[in-house]
């Protein structure tokens, strides 16, 4: 079965850089879409940032210019360099992945079970 699994998660203070990975298992994923969501304490989960098979990424425009996601060469993991953090940038991050061959179904979503992040001085 599909498995992701985060790690690099921590505590920061604000302007200090970490770099998340999840590593995918289970499964063949150079066709996936992959990124990173995020919720932090009473809010609803929001994307952060997605890449899909050809490189294309789209991140939210809270992060824009601070975090790259970037995926290996297997196409297997996933990362998220997350530089100049604000407290802001607080939340649990969730590693996705998405499977685009169930058409009818709209395709298969996968998610890791969360690396949490503290920015704080």
């Known amino acids: 079965q599909v498995q992701l699994v985060e790690s690099g998660g921590g505590s920061v203070q604000p302007g200090g850089s970490l770099r998340l990975s999840c590593v995918a298992s289970?499964?063949?994923?150079?066709?996936?879409?992959m990124g990173w969501y995020r919720q932090a304490p009473g809010k609803q989960r929001e994307s952060v940032a997605i890449?899909?098979?050809?490189?294309?990424?789209n991140y939210a425009d809270s992060v824009k210019g601070r975090f790259t996601i970037s995926r290996d060469g297997a196409e297997n993991t996933v990362y998220l360099q997350m530089n100049s953090l604000k407290s802001e940038d607080t939340a649990v991050y969730y590693c996705?992945?998405?499977?685009?061959?169930?058409?009818?179904?709209?395709?298969?979503?996968?998610w890791g079970k969360g690396t949490l992040v503290t920015v704080s001085s």
């Open positions: 890449t899909a098979r050809d490189g294309s990424t």
């Open positions: 289970g499964s063949s994923f150079n066709m996936f879409s």
């Open positions: 996705y992945a998405k499977d685009p061959r169930a058409p009818l179904i709209g395709g298969m979503d996968y």
